[in-house]
């Protein structure tokens, strides 16, 4: 058994908030009888949003968490990396509005997003330099 003791942390967390994610949209359509699609409502279509696009990012962070940490990553970088996304991807989630792009949080989680996976995709690139 190869231990990941940190990657699986930030999945622990990242499957808690994803859950949450997945329940807002869920419980809309419960209350409204929206089976398929958003019906025209924004704040179904907002939920639906909040957990694609976690959907669309986490997943394959997480899979390059698995490689760093498998690898020998330090766990200074795997925490740095880890914590910086879970907030990151909270910004995210709460700055994001129906009505306005210009959320300063919406940004940041981006933002965020984009810059912590570039880190990661350079670090295991250096890992492969240095196999």
């Known amino acids: ?3 990941i003791p940190i990657t699986a942390l ?3 967390v990242f499957a808690i908030f994803g859950s949450v994610l997945a329940f807002l949209p869920g419980k809309i359509r419960g209350s409204s009888g929206i089976s398929i ?3 025209g409502r924004s704040d179904l279509l907002l939920a639906m949003r909040r957990q ?3 959907l669309e990012y986490v997943p394959y ?3 390059m ?3 760093l940490e498998l690898n020998g990553a330090t766990s200074t970088w795997l925490h740095g990396l880890g914590g910086a996304m879970v907030v990151a991807r909270v910004c995210h989630a709460v700055g994001l509005k129906a009505d306005t792009i210009q959320s300063p949080l919406r940004g940041i989680g981006a933002g965020g997003t984009l810059l912590i996976t570039l880190i990661a995709t350079v670090l295991l690139a250096l890992q ?3 196999a």
């Open 61 to 63: 962070f997480m899979t």
């Open 128 to 130: 492969f330099l240095n």
């Open 10 to 12: 930030y999945l622990a």
């Open 37 to 39: 699609g958003d019906g």
């Open 52 to 54: 694609g696009n976690f």
């Open 1 to 3: 058994m190869i231990p």
């Open 65 to 67: 968490m698995l490689a």
